[in-house]
């Protein structure tokens, strides 16, 4: 005896793929981001260091 299958998966596979990119956008990014502050803290400091002297 065969079960139907009632439910559809394409609604979870387009969930699936969309958390994805997202995470996989995010991945990427978040590097750049970091280096980014460490950029913007270094310059910071080296203005601070600028004004003290």
Partial sequence: ???AVCYDHSGT????SIF???TAFLVILAPL???RLIE???AD???RL???W
Wanted: aromatic share 10%.
């Fill in 1 to 3: 005896m065969e079960f």
């Fill in 13 to 16: 596979d387009l969930a699936l």
């Fill in 20 to 22: 994805l990119y997202i």
């Fill in 33 to 35: 981001a970091a280096a």
């Fill in 40 to 42: 913007k803290s270094r």
């Fill in 45 to 47: 400091s080296v203005e």
């Fill in 50 to 52: 600028e004004m003290a």
